[in-house]
């Protein structure tokens, strides 16, 4: 069946995108047709877009986690965990006592690492309690309250749905939902 309307007009040959071929095996198809037809409005091409880029900003070796170039989230979580390790460490001296051993054999303990402050990032909290699940609608509450209003805030300023969607990992229903 032809394509109803006006052609696509792209600016520059490397606007246009560049068509793939792609062989999947039955049972595979078959799972991914189900999906989008259990998601209303997403097409298979979103959803293998969905799934390469997915695959392209998630790393899948432990290395390539290191070597990226914002990797101060990681850096934020292993002072955390430090931070944990010496308290511990100074409650576990605590219990076991003051040690009878000759000076200069064990090194000084340590002062306890100060608290770390709260993890954000764009008045995003990064490391987030689960919310809460009071809601009557299938799913439950799927954004908090702090959330919720900045995603009205954003789509005030102009952000478009789709962005929306990929920042909250919500469908596009939900987002309207909290939209209304």
């Known amino acids: 069946m032809a394509k109803k309307g006006r052609p696509f007009v792209y600016q520059s040959d490397t606007e ?7 062989r999947l095996p039955r049972d595979v198809y078959d799972r991914v047709e189900r999906y989008v037809k259990m998601h209303p409005g997403m097409t298979l091409t ?7 880029q997915l695959r392209l900003d998630t790393p899948a070796d432990p ?4 070597l990226s170039d914002d990797n101060t989230i990681i850096q934020e979580v292993q002072e955390m965990i430090r931070a944990a390790v010496q308290a511990e460490i100074g409650k576990l001296s605590d219990f076991m006592g003051p040690r009878s051993s000759t000076p200069g054999d064990t090194p000084a303990p340590e002062a306890l690492a100060p608290p770390v402050p709260d993890i954000s990032y764009n008045d ?3 490391l987030q309690k689960k919310a809460p ?11 908090t309250p702090q959330q919720e209003a900045a995603l009205r805030a954003k789509r005030k300023q102009g952000t478009s749905i789709k962005e929306l969607m990929k920042e909250y990992g919500i469908s596009k229903a939900t987002v309207f939902r909290y939209l209304e």
């Open 133 to 143: 699940r009071g809601s009557a609608r299938r799913g439950g509450l799927k954004l």
């Open 16 to 22: 246009k995108p560049v068509t793939v071929s792609v």
């Open 63 to 66: 290395r390539d986690l290191l």
């Open 46 to 52: 979103e959803f293998l877009l969905d799934g390469i």
């Open 124 to 126: 995003n909290t990064i």
